[in-house]
């Protein structure tokens, strides 16, 4: 396990004396939504128009967060509209990697970057905090719109449709 501290990766267990021991998920950072018009959404930030093609999911099947986003991917039938990448389900000294061929793990197709961090620091050269899978891609923009999982599944359920 680890995390970025100003875009640099760092190996360290998290702090759980602060949560008595408990697992307490850290407020995620990326909160801008895809619309059907690009208009802003719920969170007031910048709006994504809903594009097929335009957007990807890097997701970890031993992730129950990430795991909803591909169902709700499949439900809507947005598999040829929003494209996929799988990190290995194992989380290591670098964090979530793609190892591609292994246990369903796939290469990074968009970037081409071996590990997520990779990923968020592209997005913001000087993020701080956790690596967490899902993340919602956009290719165009080259950024990460969104990784809150229960937000990319309203996304996805109602922001494509018509697209």
Known sequence: MGLLVEGKWRDQWYDTKST???????????????????????SGGPGFRAEPGRYHLYVS?????????????????????ISVDVV???????????????DGATADRVNGKDKL??????????????VTVPVLWDKQQRTIVNNESSEIIRMLNSAFDGA
Request: net charge positive.
């Open 117 to 130: 961090y990779e990923i968020y620091t592209l997005a913001d050269p000087a993020y701080s905090g956790r």
């Open 61 to 81: 099947l031993a992730c129950p967060w990430a795991h909803r986003t591909l169902i709700f991917r499949k439900l809507k039938g947005l598999e040829d509209a």
């Open 88 to 102: 290995h389900y194992h989380m290591g000294e670098n964090g979530w990697v793609f190892d591609p061929g292994t």
């Open 20 to 42: 008595a021991g408990r697992f307490k998920r850290q407020e995620s950072s990326f909160r801008n939504w895809i619309t059907r018009d690009g208009s802003a959404g719920p």
